[in-house]
């Protein structure tokens, strides 16, 4: 009878935990560059010396890889990623990712998030750009240009998601594994004027959300029920009836 109580608790744990990514989801379906957070369960089995038991794990977090909607902007600074790949910006939590591709310049010139974070070029520099030396273009692969000059180029990275993950400001990821720079990949580039949006499905996970809500009250109901067995059972053996 315990083992059934520890069971419902582990999946109650996955459940919680499972509802939390799904309201930050939803919380986030109309964040620019969001990726969406899943999960992954699996079942631990142990042997209790009679029978193995399967429990359910805390599962492991991955983010979805589909790609958000592209929005026309027309905005000069306004950049999205084709392919799989991130911007890389300075934030006081070290370098991070993003696919928000929403930039501005500093009166001193310095290409920034809209959060003031500086953009990083592919060996991890701060970008400068002259304002007053005319329109900036891009090419596919993140060269930036002036007058048909080339003076600078968007740092593109890929990263390595399987050691972790935490999230960031900027709709961005810290990776436990740090991210290398894009080389010679003709699936990865930028448009200009555009920015991504997120790839939420707010109505899946919505949907997700209240199943897994019910679920969770199915089984917080279950053990209600267990423990006043639990109870009864002692009582009874116990000679207090």
Known sequence: METGLYVSLS?????D???TTLADNVANANTVGFRATEIKFNDVVADNGKAKVAFVDQGSEFLSTRHGGMTETNGMLDFAIRGDAWFAIETPAGQTLTRDGRFTL????????LNGYPVLDAGGAPIQIDGNAGSVKISADGQ???NGQPIAALGLFEADLSGGFVRAGNSGIIPTLAPEPVVDRIDAGVAQGYVEESNVNAIAEMTQL????RAFESINALLQQSESSIDSAIKTFGGSQ
């Open 106 to 113: 500093t009166e001193a010139g310095d290409l920034v998030t």
């Open 210 to 213: 209240i199943t897994v809500t």
């Open 17 to 19: 935990r499972r509802m």
């Open 144 to 146: 930036l240009n002036q």
């Open 11 to 15: 999946s109650q744990i996955a459940l």
